[in-house]
């Protein structure tokens, strides 16, 4: 299955400031999410990373919030911007490559934003 | 739309104690069925997964049967371990060309020696 690595692993921001995730893929996989599990909860979809095109982002997410780029078929970023306390989450990528392996899941970026 | 409901934790069982947790599903279509597990301080891993009504899923004595009639796919497994202690997420994947995992709520299990 692919291997993620997925940067930070975690960080401490100030509120007001943004933060930039890296998702880097050892393969070339067709999809990429990127999810965030607030603390205690399951995970939500917050959108799906497109190469070469915009992100899709899901029902109550936008691109000024939480913009993505993904230029290649092995790397994509996730940005959470103008970061308040409620944005403290892990923010999870992942993958699809080879569907008899599911979904592969970084091992998320812990967020505190103070 | 489409939704994942798991049995409600926290569950608490004994060493070797038969676990059960449930999971039910609303979809339309066929969608692919997960079981994700989330150790203290890391991230998911898969742990089955079963594509088709009456797929078993298995692994690490974990087992889970994809049931179109009751829209189910329970996790089981016979005999729990300390080591077992985590939280549990049920998951779809829709078969629309979306490709994007819905989870359940997540059910946290505690083994206790």
């Known amino acids: 299955s692919a291997v993620i690595s997925q940067k930070p692993s975690r960080d401490i921001c100030q509120r007001g400031t943004s933060l930039t995730i890296q998702c880097q893929v050892d393969?070339?996989?067709?999809?990429m999410f990127w999810y965030r599990q607030q603390p205690g909860q399951s995970l939500t979809l917050i959108a799906t990373?497109?190469?070469?095109?915009?992100?899709?982002?899901e029902s109550g997410f936008v691109i000024d919030k939480f913009p993505i780029s993904r230029p290649n078929l092995t790397f994509s970023t996730l940005t959470v911007s103008n970061m308040s306390p409620e944005d403290s989450s892990i923010y999870l990528c992942?993958?699809?490559?080879?569907?008899?392996?599911?979904?592969?899941f970084g091992s998320g970026t812990r967020l505190t934003v103070v | 739309g489409d939704s994942v409901t798991q049995m409600e934790g926290p569950v608490t069982l004994s060493e070797e104690a038969f676990l059960t947790i449930n999971c039910t599903y609303t979809?339309?279509?066929?969608?692919?069925l997960f079981w994700y597990v989330q150790y203290p301080g890391e991230g998911l891993q898969l742990l089955l997964k079963?594509?088709?009504?009456?797929d078993k899923g298995s692994n690490k004595g974990f087992e889970a049967t994809y049931r179109k009639e009751t829209t189910s796919f329970h996790l089981e497994k016979g005999s729990v371990q300390v080591s077992d202690s985590a939280v549990y997420f049920c998951?779809?994947?829709?078969?629309?060309?979306?490709?994007?995992?819905?989870f359940g709520q997540g059910t946290t299990l505690q083994v206790k020696p």
């Open positions: 992942s993958v699809v490559g080879d569907l008899r392996y599911g979904y592969t």
């Open positions: 393969s070339q996989v067709t999809m």
């Open positions: 990373a497109n190469q070469g095109s915009e992100a899709t982002y």
């Open positions: 979809a339309t279509g066929y969608p692919s």
């Open positions: 079963a594509t088709k009504a009456d």
């Open positions: 998951a779809l994947k829709s078969s629309s060309n979306t490709g994007k995992l819905i």
